[in-house]
């Protein structure tokens, strides 16, 4: 049976990292993160904001994922898509449709520049 979502031919990479103690607390060491690779996504844009009241004009960038359903993605992860690393912020939430042949995984995303 093919894949119902046509659309969906993007490859991501998840980084996921080891948390480490550090300082009486579990931090992330992204230099030792381990790469995997996720097949049959979409992934769009959904906003972009910047904050001109910061010097820096720090800007945040907010996308969403989409991944099939059972893909090996984390709270805590990093979401590679198109050169640009995102966090995934919150919980990857499973989406079930009626008929299971659209179910998939939600992933809101977030990345701040500047």
Do not use: K
Not at 43 to 54: I, K, L, M, P, R
Not at 83 to 107: F, K, N, Q, W
Not at 108 to 113: F, G, K, S, T, Y
């Amino acid at each position: 049976m093919p894949y119902p979502y046509a659309w969906c031919d993007l490859t991501v990479t998840v980084e996921r990292a080891p948390l480490v103690a550090v300082r009486n607390t579990q931090e992330r060491d992204w230099t030792r993160a381990e790469p995997h690779e996720v097949a049959r996504c979409w992934a769009e844009g959904v906003s972009s904001s910047t904050d001109f009241a910061d010097p820096r004009q720090a800007a945040t960038v907010r996308a969403v994922l989409y991944a099939p359903a059972g893909a090996d993605i984390e709270q805590g992860d990093r979401i590679v898509w198109e050169g640009a690393a995102y966090a995934v912020d919150g919980t990857p939430r499973p989406m079930r449709s009626p008929t299971g042949r659209l179910d998939h995984i939600e992933c809101d995303l977030v990345d701040w520049r500047g």
